[in-house]
């Protein structure tokens, strides 16, 4: 499998716009995803008031791995993280195999994706990462066309340099107004081998539903000629590591749009969670999962259920106030 978009290339691409919030104290929230034994209490899934300063619009910044970068961490600075797992896929529909192979949404993945966007219209989002798959670019985009603050997401074409040439923008206001969309084949669904476009239950019961059971969801060993989900976790984690993390340390509210076992082995990162509790997690098409990136530590906030939700909210003050702001904006 190529790199749709190069760990070097990404380090030339500048972003420009961003705001900080700040938590304290947990309140209750309910989380989308399943996981058998470690499963969260909702004290630890807790929302939270805070106080802190102003979202704000900030100078260009360069992508981590730039030997110029301008990627500081900001010491205090809070981000929000949200992840999505695409809608409903055509396969999914049919119940086959699809890893790597990139097939479109449904229109139910598309009710899916626009009802993930009413869930976070008010959570600042400065920067997008998907996976090189269009069931996850469709569903970053259908959600953030109902995001409230109305920017435009646009994809980065750093493959060749005449891509990048090609692809400027030469006003500062309209990449203000801007959202950049970076691709990453490393974040593509973890790659099915030879199940890849057979159905789910037609293999159940050829070869047995305990060895297809072993083959989805155990943690190291592979479906034929495939990825197991700690070989997709060996270079989904790396990215998330090498491109992600910095943004977030840089004060960056970042969007993933990806797939159910790449998102999965993040989870897994982000949690915690041993090899035999990841088994047993589960993610839904088109839920929104916010985490908070604090001090270098990422506390998971669950998902917002709703844009008035009044606890989404009350995640931070800087939450809070970003969604004043863009109430005064729209009014
Ligand atoms: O077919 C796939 O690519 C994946 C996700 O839909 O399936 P599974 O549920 O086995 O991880």
Redesign the pocket.
């Known amino acids: 499998m190529a790199a749709s978009t190069s760990q070097h290339a990404l380090s030339s691409i500048k972003f420009w716009s961003t705001s900080n919030f700040s938590l304290e104290k947990p309140t209750c929230h309910v989380h989308s995803v399943s996981v058998g034994r470690r499963c969260p209490s909702a004290r630890s899934l807790g929302l939270v008031c805070a106080s802190n300063s102003q979202s704000s619009v900030v100078e260009p910044v360069q992508l981590p791995g730039s030997p110029k970068s301008s990627i500081t961490p900001k010491k205090s600075s809070e981000s929000a993280l949200i992840l999505i797992r695409h809608g409903e896929s055509l396969?999914?529909e049919k119940n086959l195999?699809?890893?790597c192979v990139n097939v479109p949404l449904t229109p139910k993945g598309v009710e899916e994706a626009i009802e993930a966007g009413k869930r976070i219209c008010n959570i600042p989002v400065d920067v997008i990462y998907t996976s090189s798959l269009i069931r996850a670019q469709m569903t970053a985009m259908l959600a953030m066309m109902q995001h409230r603050r109305k920017k435009v997401p646009i994809i980065v074409h750093n493959e060749s340099e005449q891509a990048h040439k090609w692809s400027q923008i030469y006003s500062e206001e309209t990449k203000k107004q801007s959202i950049p969309v970076i691709t990453a084949w490393q974040l593509n669904?973890?790659m099915?081998g030879e199940l890849q476009g057979l159905n789910k239950q037609e293999t159940a019961d050829r070869f047995g539903k305990e060895q297809v059971h072993e083959w989805?969801r155990s943690y190291d060993i592979p479906p034929p000629n495939g990825e197991s989900l700690e070989m997709c976790a060996e270079r989904a984690v790396a990215y998330f590591k090498d491109q992600i993390i910095p943004q977030l340390a840089a004060g960056k509210h970042v969007m993933i749009a990806a797939?159910?076992?790449s998102l999965r082995s993040i989870i897994m990162h982000l949690d915690k969670l041993t090899s035999q509790e990841v088994i047993s997690l589960e993610l839904s098409t088109g839920i929104p999962m916010l985490y908070i990136f604090k001090e270098g530590k990422f506390i998971r906030r669950g998902s917002p259920a709703g844009p008035s939700e009044a606890g989404v909210y009350a995640y931070t003050k800087n939450l809070a106030q970003y969604r004043q702001k863009l109430d005064g904006m729209i009014q």
């Open positions: 396969w999914n195999f699809t890893g669904e973890r099915y989805r797939h159910g076992n």
